[in-house]
């Protein structure tokens, strides 16, 4: 069997993606790969057939950011998937005309690739690695980080706001969506929830209980754990030499400006002498930060050694690091800034993995509150790491592929 992948153009997105990659190659299919550019040469190495995106893809940054409130934030987040998806259809097109592939595993966020998917009249499914905005009744509204609903005024709270959150936004791009559909020759989407029914398969990098608990997922769907997932880097020297429990504060690898996040840790806990305070930064200047004595910043330092002497994780509340930390059983203090991360720290608060600081409310004090919180709450992290363990993770997500070409 011959797979192709298809990721957007996100770190967050391929690296979830590679246990599953991994698991086929190892099973004896072939596996080809469009990514970031600068991905390439790694996916490489693990024997996949790897390739770039279009660099158009890749030149359609994220500026949500710089918007405010959440509404603005998310509208501008999903008007770069709508601005992407003419690109990814051609390119996802041209790759397999190429590599001639016998089933597809697509990007939820690459809405062109999708319908180029669908168009193909291949096995297709699609992988998505963030919280799922698939309406339920046991689910809030999707955006705002609210908790799930309680009672009948809960219930209520949930149909009035649920018109005017994500589905009016969904609602506004239908007509972009569509005419990317349209071009690719498939039927349009009524509703934006259709882009997690039409696909025969949806892989959902999670698991019950951090996902919502729901009565029942949509046929194809499986929900496989985080398949948490690094590049392969030794660990630091300066790790075996300081054996003081590690706080790990962790910034976005696509830039937010969420710099401060790192600074107010840093205020927080620098008279915390028997801790080591470790701030990793992928995306931001890590020279314009000043370090206390108990702590030190670098732009990448592989994570997996860090969750291995970690007492607890304070992070933007990305899926990625978020689960990545819960599956290593380290409680985590989310503070998100925005996309997905209010919905992501408000289940580590509901899940009682962690805690969750609003970044509207970050000071020295609440953080050093909130992450003291986190700290009494590793029982629940351990629960959330058994969960996510029990879900298989890349083996199962393959043996869902397998299962979609059989």
Not at 14 to 36: C, I, K, M
Not at 189 to 213: D, I, K, M
């Amino acid at each position: 069997m011959r797979v192709l992948a298809y990721t957007s153009p996100a770190r967050g997105h391929l690296y979830p993606l590679v246990p599953v990659l991994d698991a086929l190659h190892e099973r004896g299919h072939e596996v080809a790969l469009r990514t970031l550019e600068g991905e390439v040469p790694r996916m490489r190495e693990r024997g996949f057939g790897a390739a770039a995106i279009v660099p158009e893809l890749e030149r359609l940054e994220h500026d949500d950011y710089a918007a405010r409130g959440v509404r603005t934030r998310l509208r501008r987040s999903l008007d770069v998937f709508a601005r992407r998806a003419a690109h990814d259809l051609d390119d996802l097109r041209a790759a397999i005309a190429q590599e001639r592939p016998d089933v597809l595993l697509v990007d939820v966020n690459a809405w062109g690739a999708q319908a180029a998917a669908e168009a193909s009249g291949l096995p297709w499914g699609v992988a998505i690695p963030y919280p799922v905005w698939l309406p339920a009744p046991e689910a809030p509204p999707f955006g705002p980080g609210l908790a799930p609903a309680r009672g009948p005024l809960g219930r209520a709270r949930d149909r009035a706001l649920r018109p005017l959150l994500l589905d009016s936004l969904l609602r506004e791009l239908l007509p972009r969506v569509n005419a990317a559909r349209a071009a690719a020759g498939v039927p349009p989407l009524a509703r934006g929830e259709e882009v997690f029914t039409r696909p025969p398969l949806v892989l959902s990098f999670t698991a019950e209980p951090f996902e919502y608990p729901r009565a029942a997922w949509p046929d194809g769907f499986r929900l496989i754990g985080p398949c948490a997932w690094e590049p392969p880097a030794e660990p630091p020297a300066w790790l075996a030499a300081d054996e003081r429990p590690i706080v790990l504060v962790s910034t976005s690898s696509e830039y937010q400006g969420d710099e401060r996040l790192v600074r107010t840790a840093f205020a927080a806990l620098a008279g915390r002498d028997d801790l080591l305070v470790v701030a990793t930064m992928p995306s931001a200047a890590t020279a314009a930060i000043a370090a206390p004595r108990n702590a030190r910043v670098e732009r990448f330092c592989p994570h997996g050694p860090l969750l291995a002497r970690a007492a607890a994780v304070v992070c933007h509340g990305g899926m990625g690091v978020t689960q990545k930390a819960l599956a290593a059983g380290v409680p985590v203090c989310a503070v998100p800034f925005g996309r997905d991360q209010l919905e992501v720290a408000r289940r580590v608060e509901v899940s009682g993995a962690g805690t969750r600081l609003a970044a509207r409310r970050l000071s020295a004090g609440r953080l050093r509150a909130a992450v003291d919180g986190a700290l009494s709450r590793r029982p629940g992290a351990a629960r959330i790491a058994a969960a996510f363990a029990a879900a298989g993770g890349g083996p199962a997500g393959a043996d869902a592929v397998e299962a979609l070409a059989a």
